[in-house]
């Protein structure tokens, strides 16, 4: 069986794919910032204080990575943090 497309389709399709394809190259640091996250972040997601959270990367409760005064923490991390803290149904 065969199918056919229009060629008014076709363009947009193809000017679609090719606008995909140029956000991914010119912006990488969007899927670096999908990924980490500003440290100061943190407690607003987690719904802890500035201070909690300052012993919780002492205690090196998540893991982190530092560069200068910039701390930055893996969106998986806290994610696993919630999965381990989990309460299941009975």
Do not use: H
């Amino acid at each position: 069986m065969k199918a056919t497309i229009d060629i008014e389709a076709l363009d947009i399709l193809q000017n679609d794919v090719a606008e995909i394809k140029s956000i991914l190259k010119s912006k990488p640091e969007e899927l670096f910032k999908s990924t980490w996250i500003e440290s100061k972040r943190v407690p607003e997601l987690l719904g802890i204080s500035a201070k909690t959270w300052q012993n919780w990367r002492d205690k090196r409760v998540i893991p982190f990575s530092q560069f200068g005064a910039k701390i930055y923490v893996k969106m998986d991390e806290l994610n696993k943090l919630f999965e381990a803290n989990s309460i299941s149904n009975k």
